[in-house]
């Protein structure tokens, strides 16, 4: 079997309805492997996931889930298991964000994006080290603009922080396990989150003159779900275009 192959292993990923998630999902079955969609509020769109798949010959089921609840990410873990068997892969992709200057920011805001991005990925790897199948995958997206200099995303960026130190920790913890954890960190890509405004800019900063692809980041993220990437842990895997 070809060590990119993922023939045989059940993911989850969270936020798979759209944009990068959407992508690594389908990128996760091509290769092989069953998939549960994960999405909180995006069912048309996370339906179109599952169908996509399905109509390529794969496995995948859509779950609705709020991971800035405890109770309903453990949910989420065993509606999975139920529909696909036991984990190997596990992609915490879900993220929110506010655009606003930091002395702008209210207690409400703080709570949406820590509770999401920060709160729901701890808990999400929690999970996720309780129950995956020795040797298997954990993978964060984060973000480069955790290595730049940007106005009004302090909360974004804040949230992204700790997931990036989630992941050093947790991979050490888990290693006796064999199982790797890492992060991939997108540049400016062509999703719904990267305002018409900065696109021009975004493109002008990338020494290959455009910004990334939703499919190029999946790229990365399915190499660490695989075999190839059993001796890269604890990382954070730029894919960036160069940008940082």
């Given at each position: 079997?070809?060590?990119?192959?993922?023939?045989?292993?059940?993911?989850?990923?969270?936020?798979?309805?759209?944009?990068?998630?959407?992508?690594?999902?389908?990128g996760?079955?091509?290769?092989?492997?069953?998939v549960?969609?994960?999405?909180?509020?995006?069912?048309?769109?996370?339906?179109?996931?599952?169908?996509?798949?399905?109509?390529?010959?794969?496995?995948?089921?859509?779950?609705q889930?709020?991971l800035?609840?405890?109770?309903?990410?453990?949910?989420?873990?065993?509606?999975?298991?139920?529909?696909?068997?036991p984990?190997?892969?596990?992609?915490a992709?879900?993220?929110?964000?506010?655009?606003?200057?930091?002395?702008?920011?209210?207690?409400?805001?703080?709570?949406?994006?820590?509770?999401?991005?920060?709160?729901?990925?701890?808990?999400?790897?929690?999970?996720?080290?309780?129950?995956?199948?020795?040797?298997?995958?954990?993978?964060?997206?984060?973000?480069?603009?955790?290595?730049?200099?940007?106005?009004?995303?302090?909360?974004?960026?804040?949230?992204?922080?700790?997931?990036?130190?989630?992941?050093?920790?947790?991979?050490r913890?888990?290693?006796?396990?064999?199982?790797t954890?890492?992060?991939?960190?997108?540049?400016?890509?062509?999703?719904?989150?990267?305002?018409?405004?900065?696109?021009?800019?975004?493109?002008?900063?990338?020494?290959?003159?455009?910004?990334?692809?939703?499919?190029?980041?999946?790229?990365?993220?399915?190499?660490?779900?695989?075999?190839?990437?059993r001796?890269?842990?604890?990382?954070?895997?730029?894919a960036?275009?160069?940008?940082?």
């Open positions: 079997m070809h060590a990119t192959s993922l023939t045989a292993k059940a993911a989850l990923v969270t936020g798979a309805s759209r944009g990068i998630g959407r992508a690594i999902a389908l996760l079955a091509a290769q092989g492997s069953s549960a969609v994960a999405y909180r509020k995006n069912d048309v769109q996370a339906a179109e996931v599952v169908r996509t798949i399905t109509e390529s010959g794969g496995m995948a089921v859509s779950l889930a709020d800035s609840q405890l109770d309903e990410i453990d949910r989420l873990f065993h509606q999975a298991e139920a529909n696909l068997g984990l190997d892969i596990v992609v992709n879900a993220a929110d964000a506010v655009v606003k200057p930091f002395t702008e920011c209210t207690e409400a805001d703080y709570d949406r994006i820590f509770d999401t991005n920060a709160k729901g990925v701890f808990f999400t790897l929690q999970q996720a080290a309780r129950r995956l199948r020795d040797g298997g995958r954990i993978i964060v997206t984060s973000t480069g603009g955790t290595k730049m200099f940007f106005t009004d995303t302090s909360l974004y960026l804040g949230s992204k922080g700790a997931v990036e130190q989630f992941v050093r920790v947790l991979s913890e888990v290693a006796t396990r064999a199982i954890v890492n992060a991939v960190s997108p540049g400016f890509t062509d999703t719904d989150l990267l305002p018409d405004r900065d696109r021009t800019m975004a493109a002008e900063l990338s020494p290959f003159g455009r910004i990334g692809t939703p499919a190029e980041v999946a790229e990365v993220a399915v190499f660490l779900a695989s075999d190839a990437a001796w890269v842990t604890g990382q954070n895997i730029g960036g275009g160069g940008v940082f």
